[in-house]
């Protein structure tokens, strides 16, 4: 379906050539003056400069061949030579029709989709989530949806960080504490055990403790390292507890994520491609791409119009260590071998904005993709707490992402359950449902790369920009369609009708936007633009609701008309806030 603003464009572009001159003149806007007019056209005054004439008499002009029509109720050539505009009713609700009966409510579908994969979520293995990876999960799962939703053909790789220094830290630890294990006799030849020797809990614990013994003893970390080399040059016990960390870690993250509603179609990690650097180092090597300097294997990337020093890309380390490059370039490899995608988007904190754009140079200059394919890096900004530094535990640690939700849980089952009579269990499932429309919205709703103060009163608030008023507002128009419901007597046919008020007709503009809105938040990856359409539209929502009385409404067509504008209004609510990533209750 065309956008609605095309639509009125079109219209206008029309009387513009009706009237003699050049069609592109008559593109069509938003007003900046919405006092008196819906929107606008200045085509005029540009016209004037070619065609040397008074902007005013080629807006009067224009005006003429618009009166008959359609699409416009009002038409006003003002000086000194806008062309103000308001639309019919009938246009609006035509147009809302076609929307209720369109899939996507008329969001046109790309000849041919793109293949996308998403990077995001980046979580390591045997560390607790924390909240700094809270963003990436939440922003790339919208972005994911935002993508699927216009059509494309999407696929969501958490790229976990399991083949580093910290596996051989946590195998070390093991060691120290268990060295009768089965997996460090080198010389077994049977079968490993089933079951990991050691819980979740034990190995969030192990890897701190380890970490930081390697900082103060070298001989530590010495063993650490060789622990790593050992693993990953396929040492059997090594490989078999590095499964069974793998395993336990995996298993506590779904869990985790889960929660959060984010999903991912690939649980690919670091460690899947070991095997694909030496091939990949070879290549570079060989086409010249890659020399060696003070004994690292780097590729250059610096170009002559820089204007900051960006260094070479380092493939390997002196000792033929492989680094978080190594891996991520051999990634893209494998990504463009198995699934040759068009787009590659990656999600983690701005402050790996130069390690991207090194790693990107470096894939284009050695050819690992096609000109033609796209490397997007989208840098977050950091989630603060109120006194505008990094969110910390109250005691000023590093906040565990499961506290976090549970934080904001309890806070949301003590506003549902204020003063009120309610179901506990209920309670509590719909406490978890608010809770995380208000954490995604409040990250969402403002723009990735910026910092955010992470208010937990503010976004809990039922009130304001925040995720439960999206919600409530949906909860809102539920409770009226099911009172509907019980009286039982509409008549069969409930399409929407031309708007009765000025109230219903803002809503019913509100609602054209979608399309257009959907396509730049895809466009332009900014989840936040869906945040903002759904607010301005939960909020021309209400205003008509407070103005009209549905229910008790005695004109049955009339009602009809509002129950097929209601059921539009949730449809399109739900489906924003699914891209969002969170979903709403039945009741709250
Ligand atoms: N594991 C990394 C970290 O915690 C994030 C990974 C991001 N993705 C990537 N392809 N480098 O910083």
Redesign the pocket.
């Known amino acids: 379906m065309k956008k609605f603003l095309d639509l009125i464009s079109e219209e206008m572009k029309n009387a513009f050539e009706a009237a003699g001159y050049d069609r592109e003149l008559g593109k069509v806007t938003l007003s900046n003056r919405p006092d008196l007019c819906e929107y606008q056209c200045n085509g005029a005054m540009a016209g004037a400069k070619l065609y040397k004439k008074a902007p005013i008499m080629i807006a009067n002009e224009v005006a003429a061949k618009l009166e008959n029509g359609q699409v416009f109720s009002e038409i006003s050539a003002v000086a000194p030579g806008f062309l103000n505009l308001k639309v019919t009713e009938s246009f609006v609700s035509d147009y809302l029709r076609q929307m209720a009966q369109t899939e996507k409510f008329g969001l046109e579908m790309p000849e041919k989709p793109a293949k996308i994969i998403v990077?995001?979520?980046?979580?390591?293995v045997a560390k607790p989530l924390h909240v700094?990876?809270l963003r990436?999960a939440i922003i790339g799962e919208s972005i994911k949806r935002i993508a699927r939703y216009a059509g494309h053909d999407v696929i969501g790789d958490i790229?976990?960080?399991d083949w580093g220094l910290q596996m051989g830290l946590i195998i070390t630890e093991l060691q120290e504490r268990q060295p009768e294990l089965v997996y460090f006799d080198e010389s077994y030849e049977g079968e490993y055990p089933k079951e990991a020797p050691f819980t979740i809990s034990e190995l969030e614990e192990i890897y701190p403790t380890a970490s930081g013994k390697s900082k103060e003893d070298a001989a530590y970390k010495e063993r650490a390292m060789e622990a790593t080399f050992k693993l990953q040059s396929g040492v059997r016990g090594y490989r078999a507890l590095w499964n069974h960390i793998i395993a336990v870690s995996v298993a506590d993250l779904k869990k985790n994520y889960a929660d959060l509603n984010v999903d991912f179609d690939l649980w690919k990690g670091?460690s899947d491609v070991h095997d694909v650097i030496p091939g990949m180092v070879d290549y570079m090597k060989k086409e010249g791409y890659a020399y060696i300097s003070d004994g690292a294997l780097v590729v250059d990337v610096k170009e002559d119009t820089d204007t900051k020093e960006i260094p070479p890309c380092m493939i390997l380390k002196s000792d033929g260590a492989s680094l978080?490059n190594t891996?991520?370039l051999a990634?893209i490899m494998e990504r463009m071998r198995e699934y040759h995608p068009d787009r590659l988007i990656?999600?983690?904190?701005k402050r790996?904005d130069l390690?991207?754009e090194q790693?990107f140079r470096c894939a284009r200059k050695t050819k690992l993709v096609e000109p033609e394919t796209e490397l997007l890096h989208i840098g977050f900004g950091t989630m603060n707490g109120k006194d505008g530094k990094p969110f910390k535990t109250r005691e000023g640690g590093v906040m565990r992402l499961e506290m976090l939700i549970k934080e904001i849980n309890e806070e949301m089952y003590r506003k549902i359950t204020d003063n009120r009579e309610v179901d506990e269990e209920e309670a509590r499932q719909t406490a978890k449902v608010v809770a995380l429309s208000a954490i995604k919205y409040g990250d969402l709703s403002n723009q990735a790369s910026k910092d955010y103060i992470f208010d937990i009163d503010k976004f809990t608030s039922f009130e304001g920009d925040t995720g439960p008023y999206i919600l409530y507002t949906i909860v809102r128009i539920k409770s009226i369609l099911s009172k509907v419901k019980e009286q039982g007597e509409l008549p069969e046919n409930t399409s929407i009708r031309e708007a009765g008020s000025e109230a219903e007709k803002a809503l019913m503009m509100e609602i054209a936007k979608f399309n257009a809105m959907m396509e730049s938040a895809y466009a332009e990856t900014a989840p936040h633009k869906v945040c903002a359409y759904i607010y301005d539209l939960a909020n021309a929502f209400n205003r008509f609701y407070h103005e009209t009385k549905i229910v008790s409404e005695e004109d049955q067509k009339k009602k009809a008309g509002w129950v097929a504008l209601l059921m539009l209004t949730r449809d399109i609510l739900e489906t924003c806030i699914d891209v969002l990533g969170f979903s709403a209750p039945e009741r709250m």
Do not use: I
């Not at 990077?119 to 390591?124: E, H, Q, S, T, W």
């Not at 990656?346 to 904190?349: A, C, E, K, N």
């Open positions: 990077d995001y979520g980046g979580p390591n700094g990876h990436s790229h976990l960080g670091e978080y891996t991520d990634t990656y999600l983690t904190d790996q390690y991207f790693v």
